[in-house]
């Protein structure tokens, strides 16, 4: 469906504390199968959303990015979403892993809503 790789942004809010280093040691080796089942989860932490290749997938890796970020998914308030993706590019499958850099892997903190991330 084209020669570009197939890309995937997935955030989450962080209450752990941890450092940027920490997040990115949480990530290496992390991986999932994209595909067009649409899962969040919302709660306190706000929304976590993939397009995994199933229900199951997609909530692992929802579950996944909330314990990183110090949060417990069977906390009252958490809700879970699951729906499937219609038409054309959306829903593609294939196995996304976290981005290598020249600087490491591609994950990024920053301090509050705005502003730069670091990278590490």
């Known amino acids: ?3 570009r790789p197939l890309r995937k942004k997935l955030t989450y809010r962080d209450r752990s504390g941890k450092t940027q280093a920490q997040h990115a ?3 290496r080796g992390f991986a999932f199968q994209a595909g067009p089942v649409v899962v969040s989860l919302t709660g306190p932490w706000g929304e976590i959303q993939v397009w995994a290749v199933n229900e199951a997938e997609g909530r692992r890796v929802c579950a996944f990015a909330a314990a ?3 949060w417990d998914v069977t906390d009252p308030g958490a ?3 699951v729906g499937v993706a ?3 590019r959306n829903g593609r499958t294939g196995r996304m892993v976290v981005k290598e850099t020249p600087l490491g892997i591609e994950v990024t903190k920053r ?3 705005s502003g730069f991330p670091s990278i590490g």
Request: hydrophobic share 35%; aromatic share 12%; glycine share 38%.
């Open 86 to 88: 219609g038409g054309g």
């Open 1 to 3: 469906m084209g020669s």
């Open 68 to 70: 990183a970020g110090g």
């Open 111 to 113: 301090s509050g809503p």
């Open 79 to 81: 809700e879970w979403d």
């Open 25 to 27: 040691a949480i990530w």
